[in-house]
């Protein structure tokens, strides 16, 4: 059940892939991570043994180009074809449109001209007559050409035979382009670290889908859908793999990365203390020249001082001149006088030229020192920010490598995990998975149920779990119809108290009536939904629709399921999807269970024509293995209801076959 079939897909195991990555539109928001997210994409599929054409940042004509190039190396050989695309992406009448970096989207007709249709390249890829086509879409943002009206996010499309779709997100919804820091869109991220470990195609999405979905609050979760008729790993462990020489490098070149960080870092501190010590040496320079110049403007003062009182005394001298009687002597005493006075205020007026002057210095001084001082304040925010920021990408890089030897040694307990459950019976796998299942069932841990099933992403009880993670971290995407009114639900109430199915029971060969009777929710209490069947038959189911208690064929044979029965997934209903339940079954008159095995498939999406109307059902397959033989069930279900609207029985009882038919007559729910 968990092992990766190598030798099926080995022998004509060619490999091709186109990886495209645009980021710098001309007439758009450039996005942050989708180059980067192609480089990585392309590195890593080569080391799977991919011949990649890649190209980033590519206008229309590369783009027509690149498929050209990959068409002709596909040539005929059945090989594996992929495409990886992240960029802008957007949708127009149910088609999905990869859009190049020169594309100018004004009107709804310039789409299909100026961009390139995802069908075009599945078309690509079946005429060159690959065996499996992959087709990986990262190009779920919001729409940047709103003139085009076109909508955002993805067109819901069903995967054409022999082709594996994934989107980063669910249709018509948008994912996180992730930050420059980052360095890779939230999707790509998980893609290539879950790459790095050996698991089949499916396993690889589901746990990049749980683990998108945990890190974004349940606001983008991954999509799929398959059909694909055979096992199939990227890493298959064996032939096509990532190395320990390979890992172990990653690992060298992240501590080289952390080494130079760390310096950086270290480099910015030091910068910044020796910034701070010539701050503090330019401010003690200043107070010194500061004190200085208050020193020598104060002995001018007094020099200004002593001018005055000699100024004064020489007008006293010149008045005491004019007394002189004798007219040279009080001519001369004059012109000397006025000499001295002429001279005082040369003195005076060279005193204030000097002052002014100094008063100058000292201003220009004081301007030069503050815008000195605001440059180092700058400089030294600037280092310190300098710092800051080599200390962050510092600590990122040791949490991220912390987080790759964590995921490096979770990758190899689930390796070990896997091979340990290989060499099990089936019966041991499903009694290991019981037990930790038993152990969380109960949890109100949203993270016990996320460890649960990146353990076990296809195992036994992989969707009781599913709808309990939905119980207690409801999906944020909103659910979109395709073009034909199909929705995939994600829904946490299947049931509704009073909800009332009447059916018809037939004989499948004959068309004979066996029997009507009529099935009513009488109740709902800790999470379990009481249904009353008629004949004093009481069904309980969980809230997914899961069986816990029902009877045999309206034959009063009372069968228990533990854990329940999955008829309906834990999540949306998808083409494609399938899973694998069992359960231990009580009966009343057994003193021990015995197991049963049930593998589900959504198989398609019809319009169901009933005694009440059409209806929009998906088309479920049930094969069930048991002690008492094995049974083949085709039901139709409305995502919204718990119970199907129609249900075909094929059953092998003892080499005696019995099939059966029943159609809802009737149904009703009370709002």
Known sequence: ???????????????????????AYMNAPSLANSGNDAREMAKTMRKLGFKVIDVVDADKRTMDKALEDIQKLLNTQQAIAMLYYAGHGLQLDWHNYMVPIDANLRRAQDVPNQTIDIEKVIKVFKSAQTRMNIVVLDACRDNPFPGSTATNGLAQMDAPSGTYLAFATAPGNVAEDGDQESGNGLFTQYLIKELKTPARIEDVFKRVRLQVRQKSQGRQIPWDSSSLEEDFALNDGATHTISAAELMQEAKEAREKEERLKAAAQAAIEREMAIAKESEQERLRIAKEQQQREVELQAQRQRELELANQREIEKKRLAD???IQEFEARQRAEAEALERDRLIALAEAEQK?????????RIA????????????????EEER????????????????????????????????????????????????????WDAIKDSKRANDFFAFLAKYPHGYITEQAQFALELLQSAQVVPQKDRGGFQETVTKKR??????????????????EIRRFTRKVEKIENQRVYISSGNDELEVRSLDGGVIVGHSHGKGHRQEYDPPRPDLPGDSLVVGKSWTGRSLVYEATKKRPHWREDKITVVGKEILETAIGPIHCFKLEMFSEEKKGKTKRTYWVDPEWGLPMRIIREAQRHSRMEMSVFEVQFRARVN
């Open 1 to 23: 059940m968990i092992s990766i079939s190598v030798a099926a897909q080995a022998p004509l195991d060619i490999r091709v892939a186109l990886i495209i990555g645009n980021a």
């Open 385 to 436: 920010k300098k710092a800051l920021i080599a200390s962050q990408a510092l600590q990122r890089a040791q949490q991220q490598e912390a987080q790759r030897l964590k995921d490096l040694e979770l990758a190899k307990a689930q390796i070990e995990l896997e091979e340990r459950l290989r060499k099990e019976t089936e019966e041991k796998q499903f009694e290991i998975q019981k037990a930790e």
């Open 353 to 361: 030229r000097r002052i002014d002057d100094a008063e100058r210095l």
């Open 321 to 323: 001149a004019k007394k």
């Open 495 to 512: 049931f509704a108290v009073g909800d009332v199915y009447r059916y018809l029971e037939k004989d499948l060969a004959t068309g004979n």
């Open 365 to 380: 001084a004081e301007k030069q020192a503050k815008e000195r001082e605001r440059q180092l304040v700058l400089a030294a």
